[in-house]
């Protein structure tokens, strides 16, 4: 049995982003997540340890704002990929943190095969 209890209660944008990120990884034809700059035209896999790089969480008055950096794997549909992907971040989000979304925007930084 739930009750409501009096108060206000903050998530940071860091947890968040963790949360994100894992629920990206969950994703079919995610490979991982990339660094939000590409240095020398290469986008580099992030270890899972560091997931929240290639995350931007920005609040607004509408909700949390995310942009998930990415790489997708060969071979697969780009579109249903980010569209899958994005769809499940938001189910996470607002499922398990209660968190407004703004938007969530999927950036392609790559495509390299599964490790």
Same mark, same amino acid.
């Given at each position: 049995?739930?009750? =409501? ?33 590409? =240095? ?7 270890? *899972? *340890? ?25 071979? =697969?549909?780009?579109? =249903? ?35």
């Amino acid at each position: 049995m739930s009750e =409501t209890v009096p108060g206000a209660l903050s998530i940071s944008n860091e947890v968040i982003a963790d949360l994100a990120g894992y629920a990206a990884l969950e994703s079919y034809g995610v490979v991982g997540m990339a660094a939000p700059t590409l =240095t020398d035209g290469i986008a580099k896999l992030l270890p *899972a *340890a560091r997931l929240r790089r290639g995350i931007i969480v920005e609040s607004t008055d509408e909700g949390v704002r995310i942009d998930l950096y990415v790489i997708i794997e060969n071979g =697969t549909n780009l579109s =249903t990929v980010s569209h899958n992907l994005a769809d499940g971040v938001r189910f996470v989000l607002t499922d398990l943190a209660q968190v407004d979304i703004a938007s969530i925007e999927v950036h392609v930084q790559g495509i390299r095969g599964r490790a």
